[in-house]
């Protein structure tokens, strides 16, 4: 489906009805297809820390044993 941007400014409710139904808009401006509007999927399949490549990137570090003294030490400066 295709709706302007008046469109979308008039008749929110309605578009926003026709996406929870499934449906995909394209809003234009001015004739040129600027934004699309689809329905919300809920993230399900969400990446777990141990499998994300910049997991551990800290593991090896000597420094990083005890985090809390770590950080700590690093804010010393500044108080």
Avoid: C, N
Wanted: glycine share 4%; aromatic share 10%.
């Amino acid at each position: 489906m295709r709706a302007t941007a008046k469109d979308l400014r008039f008749h929110a409710k309605e578009l926003f009805e026709a996406v929870s139904r499934g449906e995909e808009i394209i809003i234009t401006y001015r004739g040129k297809d600027i934004a699309k509007l689809v329905p919300f999927e809920a993230e399900t399949d969400r990446i777990q820390d141990e499998t994300h490549d910049l997991f551990g990137i800290w593991r090896d570090e000597p420094k990083s044993t005890d985090v809390e003294d770590y950080v700590r030490s690093l804010r010393k400066a500044r108080y």
